[in-house]
């Protein structure tokens, strides 16, 4: 269970702040599927770097299982980033030099790699539908290919929650549901919670929770399906 409350979270550049997040307050239930909903610039990306822990808020919490993340050590914070959240960024952030097996590893090579986690990541590629593509650059893929090498390498750590940013920004209408029946195939399967930021409503199912940004304030929080919903 997360619990985000009171966070908010300005943006200084000189004389200029922008307030991104204003008291936003939610809650992110284990195993659940919940998507964020908003115009651009409402604040999605901000949230979702806070709760991978990527940035800090200007005040509030992000409770996982009661503890604060912005008071893990940096050494706790570093761990919860590496083994506990898979992120997927707006725009992908593949190496172009590293093939496709080598960018789902990224985030372990510091730790070297073994053969058996070059065996993983390859299955979870096949899984994904790229298995003719192990050995491809990213400038030698499509879009949706190289987002789903993105989504292999969040899957890749069996997190406990996952991060995707706009995940099918950069596919069509077939590959976005196709991608995101993956996440939500994936997440079951690993009983992970996932976070989706998207401006594509159409893809929503019943039983996912929905949390609607607008000018950086939580404007609304329901579950598809659900009768009765929160409007603030
Ligand atoms: N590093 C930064 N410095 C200053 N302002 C920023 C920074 N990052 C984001 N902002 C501003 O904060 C606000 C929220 O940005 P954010 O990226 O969270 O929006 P978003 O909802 O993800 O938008 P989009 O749908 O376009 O990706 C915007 O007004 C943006 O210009
Ligand atoms: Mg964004």
Redesign the pocket.
Known sequence: MIEVEHVSRT?R?GQLT?P?LVDVSCTIADESCTFIL??????????LYLLGALDTPTSGSIRVDGRDIFRFSPRERDRYRREDVGFIF?NFNLLANLNAVDNVLIPFFPMGITAQQRDVAARLLERLGLGARLDHKPNQLSGGEQQRVAIARALFKNPRLILA??PTGELDSQNSRAVLADLRRLCRDAGAAVVI?T?EQEYLEPGDHVIR?RD?RVAETSRVGDLASSTA
């Open positions: 943006y550049r922008v991104a908003g115009p651009s610039g409402s604040g999605k990306s901000s949230l707006q940013d706009e930021v401006h940004i950086g």
